[in-house]
């Protein structure tokens, strides 16, 4: 396969010192990524044996593996971080660790803490959890990569090691990563989609990390967008919140479109947005279509809070429009897997069989997780027991895409219509807490969704929960077009037959 490079994915190639690489949205950046893993063995000779790919999802190791193979570069390691940190540990140990599932921590921690809600955002209740669970020779994930870490015998020099995603690595993970003292780096991602601040990620972290484990970082930039229009990258600019300075976005497509709309009552949003999306749709029967259409699959309608669109859905519904709840199936097929993990820890069958046995909605995902661990059965439940809901999102199936913003990262779509832009729910100040550098990151997130229309959209007074919204829209959208919508004037009164 022929690589056709822009020039700073060629200057990603050519660097073979310390990199990280800043890829904006839609710059071809796992492309580049397996260009400069081909050119590493093919120019530069280096050994595969030599490189390893690190990722944080299962989901995104089998992507990369996959892409890797269709290239010829199947002797390449990939892995995740949890992953390779056990294969770390299996070879230290020579036996493979006793991993907890999310089920028996969760019991863990009610047995340490009772009903204390997230007891582990305190780090004193997390020694006193790992202390237990060293004790009783356990580990969940996170004990896993702190202990490899601190393994002494290991000589990565000459290694090339290549981190995907280097915006999601949370401080375990770092720790992890001086594992690799001796090896090259190269990191790719984009710190604008920086959005799991409550799992650990601290931009400011991860970049005082770097500078200080690699102070000769080179950076590079990824800045000519395939995907997203023009229009879309101007306004994404304004969202961008990174410790990196970056350059612009720039676009090969000229078109694209940004538009908000506000409303007096949820009543006229649900009626117009319907409206919109029968529209974009091109009519649901065939004597309505005045235009080609575009398929129900290729809309995303986002929210910040998943409770605000479910009014949405249920318009959506009674119009005929057809609808994917994708995170409720992501979680259902999820918790058939946690069953699936129970009865390949208890039963007497051998894997094969019980994959077998599996229901056909995660069938062919253990197969293809069960030929990727080698057949190796610790290993294969070591990647089933780190797999997330987030895993399974799967936006293929016909109908609008429901989905949270967190849940739509990494995804695209023509249409991106997101819902609930008010103050209060954008920055999401309704609960503690509140990272505002991180609310616009995700405004940047569902935005640069987007191949061809973003749409956003606000009500004088919105419901959510036990909270009444009357702000207005957030000022995160000032300066953005917007269409305000007057209310409907009241229908006159049929005349009564007594009073004529």
Request: aromatic share 12%; glycine share 4%; net charge positive.
């Amino acid at each position: 396969m022929e690589f056709k490079l822009t020039k700073e994915q060629q200057e990603v190639l050519a660097t073979l010192q310390d990199a990280i690489v800043i890829a904006g949205p839609g710059t071809g950046k796992t492309y580049t990524l397996v260009a400069k893993l081909k050119q590493l063995i093919e120019k530069n000779e280096v050994s595969p044996k030599k490189i390893l790919v690190l990722t944080y999802s299962v989901k995104t190791l089998k992507e990369l593996r996959q892409r890797l193979i269709q290239v010829g570069l199947e002797k390449i390691k990939v892995d995740t971080f949890h992953g390779y940190a056990y294969d770390v540990w299996c070879q230290h140990h020579q036996k493979p660790p006793k991993l907890i599932t999310e089920k028996e921590k969760k019991e863990i921690l009610k047995k340490l803490f009772g009903k204390t809600p997230k007891p582990l955002t305190k780090p004193a209740n997390k020694l006193t959890f790992f202390e237990y669970l060293k004790k009783n020779q356990l580990l969940d994930f996170e004990l896993l990569l702190y202990e490899v870490s601190s393994i002494h015998n290991l000589n990565f020099s000459g290694y090339h090691i290549i981190i995907d995603e280097f915006q999601d690595l949370s401080e375990d993970i770092l720790e992890f990563l001086t594992l690799f003292k001796h090896a090259t780096f190269t990191l790719f991602g984009d710190p604008n989609q920086s959005i799991y601040g409550f799992r650990g990620v601290n931009l400011k972290k991860i970049k005082d990390f770097w500078h200080n484990f690699r102070p000769n970082f080179k950076v590079l930039t990824l800045s000519q967008s395939f995907r997203c229009p023009e229009e879309i990258l101007k306004i994404a600019e304004h969202f961008k919140c990174s410790p990196w300075e970056q350059i612009p976005y720039t676009s090969l497509k000229k078109e694209g479109k940004v538009q908000g709309l506000f409303f007096e009552n949820p009543f006229q949003e649900r009626e117009i947005l319907t409206d919109l999306v029968k529209d974009l749709l091109g009519g649901l029967q065939l004597e309505q279509q005045t235009h080609e259409g575009i398929s129900p699959k290729e809309i995303f309608v986002l929210a910040r809070l998943k409770e605000v669109f479910q009014p949405l859905k249920e318009a959506f519904l009674k119009a005929g429009i057809p609808i994917h709840l994708v995170e409720d199936e992501a979680k259902a097929t999820y918790e058939t897997l946690q069953e699936f993990i129970y009865e390949a820890q208890s039963s007497a069958f051998s894997i094969t069989d019980l994959i077998k046995k599996a229901p056909s909605k995660v069938k062919t995902y253990l197969e293809n997780l069960w030929e990727l661990s080698n057949q190796d059965k610790e290993k294969f439940l070591g990647y089933l027991i780190s797999a997330q809901p987030s895993d399974f999102i799967d936006t293929d199936r016909e109908g609008i895409n429901f989905l949270s913003i967190h849940a739509s990262k990494g995804l695209e779509a023509e249409v991106v219509i997101l819902v609930g832009a008010e103050q209060g729910l954008i920055p999401l100040t309704i609960f503690k807490d509140t990272d505002e550098d991180e609310e616009k990151r995700l405004v940047y997130v569902a935005l640069t969704r987007a191949k061809r229309e973003f749409y956003f959209s606000g009500v004088k007074e919105r419901k959510v929960y036990n909270f009444c919204l009357t702000q207005g829209l957030s000022p995160f959208f000032k300066g953005i077009p917007l269409k305000t919508f007057k209310p409907k004037p009241p229908k006159p009164k049929q005349p009564s037959l007594f009073n004529l």
